[in-house]
């Protein structure tokens, strides 16, 4: 099995077939070689190694873009920690612990992206 096809299986697992199918749909020529980079690289390369969980690796996943304040892939990430088994109070402890070396703005703005996700999937009120 390929790298990409690796990347692939594991992308769809980690984020599901609707986000992943969403993104090679609209990726259109100028896209699709950032889709195909993205799946053999971080999915394929990244995520598929051996020695961390998908648990851990989403923990870290969400303190890494607390810190560089890249709230648009919270949302997702938020949905692929859900699906990696991390619950709603872990979700919440890595923001808490993330906003003590990232500060207080990276991780309240991440908190509101997280809110509107959890409650899309049902998982807060």
Same mark, same amino acid.
């Given at each position: $099995? !390929?790298?990409?096809?690796?990347? $692939? ?28 980079? &993205? ?20 923990? *870290?996943?969400?303190?890494?873009? &607390?810190?560089?304040? /890249?709230?648009?892939? &919270? ?15 872990? *979700?919440?402890?890595?923001? &808490? ?9 990276? !991780?309240?703005?991440?908190?509101? /992206? ?8 049902? /998982? *807060?009120?």
């Amino acid at each position: $099995m !390929s790298d990409f096809d690796v990347g $692939m299986q594991t992308r769809r697992e980690v984020l599901g077939d609707e986000h992943v199918d969403r993104a090679a749909a609209t990726a259109g020529s100028f896209g699709w070689p950032w889709q195909e980079f &993205i799946t053999r690289y971080a999915w394929g390369g990244g995520w598929s190694r051996p020695g961390l969980d998908r648990r851990t690796r989403s923990a *870290i996943t969400l303190a890494a873009l &607390i810190s560089m304040r /890249a709230e648009n892939e &919270i949302g997702m990430h938020v949905r692929a920690a859900l699906r990696n088994g991390l619950t709603v109070e872990e *979700i919440t402890e890595v923001f &808490i612990h993330t906003a003590i070396y990232a500060g207080v703005p990276a !991780s309240n703005s991440a908190f509101a /992206a997280a809110r509107r996700v959890l409650q899309e999937e049902g /998982a *807060i009120d």
